[in-house]
């Protein structure tokens, strides 16, 4: 069985400040994991996935994130904050690849001018 | 860009009625999924749906809940018997195969 969590349930980053969201994950094979975003009345985007291939993924709107399998982890991370980032990040993980994926609780960001 | 649809956007319901859900998938997609988030809780795997019949169930998804895809285009999730908990936000997805999956917007249920 896999398992997501995300630590913080809310972050207030300054505009122009760095953004580091917070997951680690639990599974016994190797894992997919995926960073999605949800903005306010809308449904979940991807923001980007890990597949096994680079450790250090790139993702729209300037995110990335990098896989640890040291560490468990698969933080999600922006050099400068833009008021548009303000949202809610889901991280998410399955071991079989397929559509049955758990997520995290969700952080929610809010950024400050 | 392709994208999945969900019908209706919001649904209010008396306790004990039954509701459909409706998703149009994207086009060229295999599987299918439902998915829901209780206001304030995670995101949570209700069933997929490949080749016209279930390929898995979570515990959540019970003899009240049954999907279908009636047609070529459609996806449905009924509830037979709404219960005051099935009050979430319900979202469809599908893919191909195996990676991303591709979110609805979603379909906000109040059960009263």
């Known amino acids: 069985a896999q398992s997501v969590t995300q630590l913080g349930s809310h972050v207030s980053v300054s505009e122009g400040a760095l953004v580091l969201l917070r997951c680690n994950y639990s599974?016994?094979?190797?894992?997919?994991l995926f960073w999605y975003v949800q903005y306010p009345n809308q449904g979940l985007q991807l923001l980007l996935k890990?597949?096994?291939?680079?450790?250090l993924v790139k993702g729209i709107n300037g995110f990335e994130a990098e896989f640890k399998k040291s560490e468990t982890s698969f933080h999600l991370t922006k050099p400068s904050a833009h008021m548009s980032d303000a949202a809610e990040y889901f991280c998410?993980?399955?071991?079989?690849?397929?559509?049955?994926?758990?997520f995290g609780a969700g952080t929610q960001v809010v950024v400050t001018p | 860009e392709p994208e999945v649809t969900q019908t209706p956007s919001h649904q209010v319901t008396q306790m004990g009625q039954e509701v459909i859900l409706r998703c149009v998938p994207i086009?060229?997609?295999?599987?299918f999924y439902w998915y829901r988030q209780i206001l304030g809780q995670k995101v949570e795997f209700l069933v997929s749906?490949?080749?016209?019949?279930?390929?898995?169930k979570s515990e959540i998804f019970d003899d009240q809940f049954s999907v279908e895809r009636p047609d070529g285009s459609n996806f449905t999730l009924k509830i037979r018997s709404t219960k005051l908990e099935d009050s979430a936000m319900y979202f469809c997805?599908?893919?191909?195969?195996?990676?991303?999956?591709?979110f609805g917007e979603g379909s906000r249920l109040t059960v009263l």
């Open positions: 998410a993980v399955t071991t079989d690849s397929w559509g049955k994926f758990q």
């Open positions: 599974s016994s094979v190797p894992p997919y």
């Open positions: 890990y597949t096994s291939a680079a450790t």
């Open positions: 086009s060229n997609h295999l599987y």
């Open positions: 749906f490949y080749n016209n019949e279930i390929s898995e």
């Open positions: 997805a599908s893919n191909r195969g195996p990676g991303e999956l591709f």
